[in-house]
């Protein structure tokens, strides 16, 4: 199985900033895209940011031009470096991860998905 831990979180005044990392371990042969998703409460689970193997990248409109999303392949580990920061960025963050868990999955491109327990962004105005 792949855990995700996510760390970063916090609370910050508009106009700030935050980086978030989220780290995949346990049994990995691979993992093809990482991603952020943000949810508020009573609202969908949103798509932030996300990033392939090789470096592409797609963002929110929300967001563009404020967050970047990196990610180090040595470490199975993805980033959301976030600036400008604005009350309306408040919510739980969730990383995940498109993982192969097996030779047999990654041979075969069947990845699971896999999430992070989510953490707190919170921004005041």
């Known amino acids: 199985q792949v855990q995700l831990v996510e760390s970063g979180g916090g609370l910050v005044q508009a106009g700030g900033s935050l980086r978030l990392s989220c780290s995949a371990s346990?049994?990995?042969?691979?993992?093809?895209?990482m991603g952020w998703f943000r949810q508020t409460p009573g609202k969908q689970r949103e798509l932030v940011a996300t990033?392939?193997?090789?470096?592409?990248?797609n963002y929110a409109d929300s967001v563009k031009g404020r967050f970047t999303i990196s990610r180090d392949n040595a470490k199975n580990t993805v980033y959301l470096q976030m600036d400008s920061l604005k009350p309306e960025d408040t919510a739980v963050y969730y990383c995940d991860a498109d993982a192969f868990s097996s030779p047999a999955q990654a041979r075969a491109r069947l990845y699971g998905r896999y999430w992070g327990q989510g953490t707190q962004v919170t921004v005041s105005s």
């Open positions: 990033i392939t193997s090789g470096g592409n990248t």
């Open positions: 346990g049994t990995i042969f691979g993992i093809d895209a």
